[in-house]
């Protein structure tokens, strides 16, 4: 959520952050705005689309700007609380919250600043101008102003008669671009491919300079930093391409056939293996996978449902107990700790904060063995860990998530197996038949792609609803919980997923003729139970969409609709029916109309608590 791009470069650098926020739309937000030195500081803001700020600074040019998409957090969406903030000839864009800002306000109102927007931001302005007054360096004012504020942050600070620009962070992601003609700042690594792929990640605590030909960087100590000793310089492996949309109508339908290569990109380190080694996971998890006594896994979202779906195989394959937190909850409880748990935090982003926060306060409380399910590289979440596995989906712009969720089961899938070799309980033949499934999920995932037509005539039907109902068992509840979760991000249709042995305890009460319920009908040991469940169903007058495998003796009949999916497959079955429920999810928003990329009120990387 919320998105930062800041530019000093020999070029007019308009066009490179406004084509940097438009690269940040996947986030989410409601406003736009920008500031820029002509050389008098100018500021344009526009509430909405990111092409209302482009059509306001058509013509404009300058060598030195910040820009922001704002994703509201303190005060309602307006011009007025858009970014960027200003104090007198200073201005300044945030991503964050910051916790003691109602405190910081008090004190800048009683010493005569005005304050004009209702957001925490405007605090950060006022203070950096109020520190000026007795530390006139800009970089040196910045250090002491955040020294001061509690919470989140990543800003970028401009101030007319300024050679370059300042940015800091603190629990909110920065990186810096190292251009030829210039250097730049963005939150996310997709704003600067334009410009350039060589990136430097700042760390907590860090505040840099970037002026056209270098930047300086201190660390939370103040020391000065040396680039590529302290802070390295990356390679970017994204590339412009990766981040277009292609021939696809919208980013979710390229991401949810794009799965089959994720998936294999993901697997593709044990393409040829005959056996699997903990160093899937990095090189100190021949020692740390060993003796593992309990799994905790820590997630948000989508990632918690891979975690649920998770729980299941670990404890199955490896004999391990496994829990599964919500990220936002377990650093608020108190909670018994043990120091042979493994702690496992899923993330797309390896941003979010909740679930980085839960990985700290782990670690705070001595559970040192820590492992990152990450679709990023260089987040915060895989530096936090010492333990890491790639799921390499590539980008994902659409706010609901796919791919990612797919490469996670996958991932976890191989750490269940793993656990279950450093456990002795698992045979070479069984090792081998798990391999074997894996390699070949891309392919029976591309399988279940070509049911979407069929898919589409049950989507059409879903228009009209206000409510639906997901069942599923066993490893296959999580499923539900995820097609509903999807259901409801996009298409506005309320949701619930649902265990349906559970149905008679509550939530059959509210079947009905316009209450379509949606189940996963796999041909497991659960299968016949699932079948009496959806007998309740039916016989409520309920309309049942039936999810089943090809040799799933489910029957259609009137009120009972079945699509089989190709073939079953066993433990993995999960990455396969999440598929179908994806698609229906993608085309019930498209007969409604809402925006299936943007959905409202929600924001791809959830940065702040």
Known sequence: MCGIVAAVAERNIVPVLIEGLMKLEYRGYDSAGLALLTPALMRLRSVGRVAELAALAAGQEAHHGIAHTRWATHGVPSERNAHPHVSAGLAVVHNGIIENYAELKRELTAGGYEFTSDTDTEVIAHLIRHTLRTTPDLFQAVRQATARLVGAYAIAVLQEGSGGIIVARHGAPLLLGLGEDGNYAASDASALLQVTRRMIYLEDGDVAELRRDAVRIAGADGRTLSVPADRPVHESSLCADDVELGDYTHYMQKEIFEQPQALAATLEMIGGAQTLTPNLFGVAAPQMLNGVRSVLILACGTSYHAGLVARYWIEQLAGIVCSVEIASEYRYRVSVPDPEQLVVAISQSGETADTLASVKHARALGMGRTLAICNVPESAIVRECALRFLTRAGPEI??????????????????????????????????????????????????????????????????????????????????????????????????????????????????????????????????????????????????????????????????????????????????????????????????????????????KSVTVE
């Open 398 to 603: 659409g706010v609901a998530s796919t791919k990612a969720f797919t490469t996670q089961l996958a991932a976890l899938f191989l750490l269940a197996v793993t656990l279950a070799k450093q456990a002795g309980r698992l045979t070479p033949a069984q090792e081998a038949g798990h391999l074997t499934a894996l390699r070949h999920l891309p392919v029976a995932v591309q399988k279940v792609l070509a049911l979407e037509p069929e898919i589409k005539v049950w989507a059409a039907r879903f228009a009209d609803k206000q409510h639906a109902l997901f069942l599923g068992r066993g490893h296959h509840y999580p499923i539900a919980l995820e097609g509903a979760l999807k259901l409801k991000e996009i298409s506005y249709i309320h949701a619930e997923g649902y265990p349906a042995g559970e149905l008679k305890h509550g939530p059959l009460a509210l079947v009905d003729k316009d209450m379509p319920v949606i189940s996963i009908a796999p041909n497991d040991a659960l299968l016949e139970k699932l079948k009496s469940n959806l007998k309740e169903v039916a016989a409520r007058g309920g309309e049942l969409y039936v999810f089943a495998d090809a040799d799933s003796a489910v029957d259609q009949e009137a009120g009972v609709h079945v699509l089989r999916l190709p073939e079953h497959y066993g433990l993995l079955s999960p990455v396969l029916h999440v598929v179908p429920l994806q698609l229906l999810s993608y085309h019930a928003a498209l007969v409604k109309g809402t925006d299936v990329d943007k959905p409202r009120n929600l924001a």
